[in-house]
């Protein structure tokens, strides 16, 4: 992920795992303008060559990645959803550090977008995507 995403800095798993797999626990660290911060994860679903979901201890949030293949190519979403809504503590941070929850939302949404271009350019052939021919199309939702 720090290949890609504008926000997380470097991921480490902890202490005991070894593979990315269901259950694995990692540690991110991020970063926005000045500030830094540590979060935890956990993957909570996991599909070799189809998806992965993540969630964040700290703020409750579950990321995902899925490829969804069809007849053009393959469509990769992302999402950012908080099933158990936000926790007090991230909600807190948000509103006194972050400009507010809509201000943040639409950061993170804009860090998805950039996160999706970077994964693009990293996985697609240049010449593909600039004749428009990559058969891929990314989605944040």
Request: charged residues 25%; without cysteine.
């Amino acid at each position: 992920m720090p290949e890609w995403s504008p926000q997380v800095v470097s991921t480490r798993l902890r202490a005991g795992f070894e593979r990315v797999e269901a259950g694995t626990r990692f540690t991110n660290r991020n970063s926005h303008g000045e500030m830094e911060w540590i979060t935890h994860g956990e993957i909570v679903r996991f599909e070799v060559d189809r998806e992965i979901a993540f969630r964040i201890e700290e703020n409750w949030v579950i990321w995902s990645f899925l490829l969804e293949p069809h007849e053009e190519g393959t469509t990769l979403v992302q999402r950012r959803e908080a099933p158990e809504g936000i926790s007090p503590f991230s909600g807190e941070l948000t509103e006194t550090y972050m400009g507010g929850r809509e201000t943040f939302d639409a950061l993170m949404l804009e860090g998805m977008s950039q996160t999706l271009a970077g994964i693009a350019g990293a996985v697609l052939d240049p010449a593909e995507v600039a004749r428009g021919h990559s058969g891929w199309s990314g989605a944040s939702r």
